[in-house]
């Protein structure tokens, strides 16, 4: 009996919840496992832009949806990852890597609750006056993961952001942009409204200097920008309706090491609310 | 009406000297390659003093003392004794307020009623709040350990001069970090006498650097290269200015910036109350308040009573010498923004929108502006989309909550608001909608130093106050 005939995957992008191919039509070429090849969705500056439109739409939702929710959500993405974790090794990602992408959404999901706990608050001040300062998200979220880990890298952008209710656009690892869409294929089955996180594939040099100069995105998170001049030149573009900016990360990062808050408080505000007491 | 006999506030107390050097390293010393320029006093256009302006290599002295002040003093005193030092200072503020509280309205044309009992005790309250956090610092929340940035570039406006700088030093100080702070051209003079209180503290020499001048001295101690952090806060277009010079450094920044913030009134707020909270909001310090409540949102069932109420409280607002103690609103602080405030007002009524002020008799020199609301505006008009960093109002009206909401965000900036209804669960649904870092209910323009400040969008990131006012000014 002759050997069965594998089904490959075609791998898009995910914008609106969505798998569309690239407006442009084009893709790029990337090996696949061992020996295979894909062609990889090679995102436009349109596609860019729609990823924002989408991830705009979905952020009153999101941010509006309970934190408790979000935190099941999160923590959905962690039980789907889980169940994938073969299909990932396949696709050349350390075994160790996924564990620890898988373990990172759980850690996340804990901190929807916490956080305006952590970082919000009655404050003491000198009248009778009810003070409280919350977290709120920031709002849509440009993001450029690392070339490396693909997966890890790629988790520990996302989760940050959209724990608070931010929603993400962010650009995948160039060289290594099968684990995202796959990733894409988690997040699509974890109950994540549509628009929350949107991947492109394809160049950073052609899709993120219109996301840093678009007007209807809040925050740019420069972290897998390896070259300085580029990070510099995006940075710039940023400052056009003052994005918050997350500045890139050096190589040698150690993604395994505890994020820490960091990551999650650069993209919130707090929003200070004012009562008088009175009889 | 009955008439007030004139109440000025003595000046005496003042002692000022004809000119004024930079404060590097402890002394006052004479610019090596800048030059000086008069500070007046908007309200009579004399000259108060002649006003050193860095240059470049007077921004380089000062960056360079404030490393070694750093480097040698205060990075390595124990937070418990910078905290006597902040306690002593905030201390010499409360004895001196008089003297800081009369020359801060001579400077800046502020009445002296605010100045003495805003500015000035907020001003000793944050250095107190702050004084108590220097050796706290492990339980803030950080984690521990956490290490200041080094040495911080401040750069301050001119209408809250002596705030501003408290907001600014008394954070950077208690974390840790030595500044080199620069006043706004139009206001120097108690930053000056702010260096003095710092000799009288027996401060560090080099922990506080006080480089007075105009756009081109804060320039280059923004693009200075030994500066770890960036604090501005000023106009929105600056800010933008700063964020792209900042850009690819390792530069910390956090901006204050612009505002054109809703005062929304609901048909069941109390009109009276409302309306002393409208005139709060946009004719405190003549409008001269980023956060300030220049657009101000009725609800049309009530839109004809407040504005009747709001016209007839108007004609009670006693506008002249910033002095004198009945004094609501003063002198706008230079011939620049009174340009300013006339140009945006001329292209309201250009637009179509009607205007109405007070009669109100205005003194014949300095720089003055009668209140001025305008109502007919429409969200396409340059006063409802502006700044106008004046005493000027612009009126629109809403029919629900959800157009209130859509109005009030309808706005690059983000950095204020205030919401008037006595529904408690409608003002909950509103402060969580509105896109703005501080959100009045029942009130408005109330700071503390307990309270994180901040905006939203293009109003600028970071936080002053609070705890989270700290994080700007810590490597965490």
Redesign the interface.
């Known amino acids: 009996m002759s050997e069965r005939v594998a089904v490959r995957k075609t791998y898009k992008l995910y914008i609106g919840g969505k798998f569309p191919r690239s407006e442009s039509g084009r893709s790029y070429l990337v090996q696949s496992g061992e020996n295979s090849t894909a062609n990889v969705a090679l995102a436009s500056r349109k596609d860019a832009r729609d990823a924002v439109v989408a991830a705009r739409a979905a952020g009153s939702g999101w941010a509006g949806a309970t934190a408790y929710n979000r935190g099941q959500i999160l923590y959905r993405a962690a039980e789907m990852l889980e169940g994938r974790r073969e299909q990932f090794v396949a696709l050349g990602i350390p075994g160790d890597e996924v564990d620890a992408a898988t373990d990172r959404w759980v850690w996340y999901a804990g901190w929807s609750d916490k956080l305006p706990q ?1 970082r919000g608050g009655v ?5 009778p ?1 009810l ?1 409280l ?1 919350t977290p709120e998200p ?1 709002g849509v979220v440009a993001a450029v993961a690392p070339a490396a880990p693909a997966l890890l890298g790629l988790v520990s952008v996302i989760a940050p952001a959209i724990v608070s209710g931010n929603t993400v656009v962010v650009a995948a690892s160039p060289t290594d942009p099968l684990a995202a869409v796959t990733l894409a294929e988690v997040l699509a089955t974890a109950d994540l409204p549509a628009g929350v996180v949107n991947i492109l594939t394809g160049r950073i040099e052609e899709t993120v200097p219109s996301l840093a100069g678009h007007r209807d995105v ?1 925050a740019l998170d420069l972290t897998g920008v390896a070259d ?2 580029l ?2 030149r995006l ?2 573009r ?5 994005k ?2 997350l ?1 890139p990360v050096p190589a040698h990062h150690d993604w395994y090491a505890d994020p ?1 808050l ?1 990551r999650m ?1 650069a993209l919130l ?8 007491k009175g009889g | 009406m009955f008439e007030y006999a004139p109440a000025p506030e003595s000046r005496s107390v003042v002692r000022l000297q004809p000119a004024y050097g930079l404060f590097i390293d402890g002394e006052f010393v004479d610019p090596t390659d800048g030059d000086s320029f008069p500070s007046i006093n908007p309200a009579s256009e004399e000259v108060l003093a002649e006003v050193a302006a860095g240059g470049a290599g007077d921004v380089d002295r000062a960056v360079r003392a404030a490393r070694t002040a750093y480097d040698r003093v205060w990075g390595p005193m124990p937070g418990r004794d910078r905290a006597k030092y902040l306690f002593r200072i905030a201390r010499l503020i409360q004895e001196r307020s008089r003297e800081l509280a009369v020359l801060e309205s001579l400077d800046n044309g502020k009445p002296i009623k605010e100045s003495r009992d805003v500015d000035l005790p907020l001003v000793a ?1 944050h250095f107190f709040y702050h004084a108590g956090w220097a050796d706290k610092l492990d339980h803030a ?1 950080f ?1 521990p350990g956490p290490r200041p940035l080094g040495v911080a570039a401040q750069i301050i406006p001119w209408n809250f001069p002596l705030l501003m700088l408290a907001w600014k030093i008394a954070p950077a100080l208690a974390t840790g970090n030595t500044v080199v702070l620069k006043p706004a051209e139009t206001t120097s003079l108690t930053a000056l006498l702010f260096a003095e209180i710092c000799q009288q503290a027996d401060l560090p020499a080099g922990v506080v650097n006080i480089v007075t001048g105009a756009g081109g001295t804060g320039r280059a101690l923004v693009e200075h290269r030994d500066v770890d952090k960036v604090a501005f806060t000023g106009s ?1 277009e600056v ?3 700063i ?2 010079a900042v ?2 450094t ?1 530069t910390r920044l956090t ?1 204050e ?1 612009g505002g054109k913030a809703a005062n929304i009134v609901f048909d069941d707020a109390p009109v009276d109350q409302a309306v002393e909270g409208i005139v709060n909001g946009i004719f405190f310090n003549q409008g001269h308040v980023c956060c300030a409540g220049s657009r101000l949102l009725l609800q049309e069932s009530v839109a004809d009573q407040v504005l009747a109420a709001l016209k007839r409280r108007m004609t009670q607002l006693r506008v002249g010498d910033p002095l004198d103690k009945n004094t609501d609103i003063g002198a706008i602080n230079s011939a620049a923004q009174l340009a300013r405030i006339s140009e945006l007002a001329d292209a309201g009524t250009a637009e179509g929108a009607q205007r109405w002020s007070p009669p109100c008799a205005l003194p014949d020199r300095g720089f003055w502006f009668a209140p001025t609301i305008f109502t007919g505006v429409a969200q396409s008009h340059r006063i409802a989309r502006e700044e106008i960093f004046g005493p000027v109002l612009s009126v629109l009206t809403f029919r629900t909550p959800a157009e209130a909401v859509e109005k009030a965000n309808n706005t ?1 900036y983000g950095l204020s608001a205030g919401v008037w209804t006595e529904k408690g669960s409608r ?1 909950l649904w509103l ?1 969580d909608r509105l896109r ?8 408005f323009n ?1 700071f ?1 130093p ?5 905006g ?3 109003s ?2 970071g ?1 002053e106050g ?1 705890r ?1 006012g700290l ?1 700007a000014y810590l490597n ?1």
């Open positions: 952590v404050n003491p001040v000198a009248g006056y003070n300062s920031t809040n300085a001049e990070a510099t940075e710039v940023a400052a056009e309706n003052l918050r900016v500045r820490g960091a408080t505000e707090t929003k200070t609310v004012w009562h008088p | 309250a929340g984690g929105t800010g933008k200015a964020a792209r850009a690819g390792d901006l910036l690059p003002m402060a703005a870092g501080v959100v009045w209910a029942n009130t109330k503390d307990t309270a994180p400040f901040g939203y969008q293009e600028g990131y936080r609070g989270h994080e965490v």
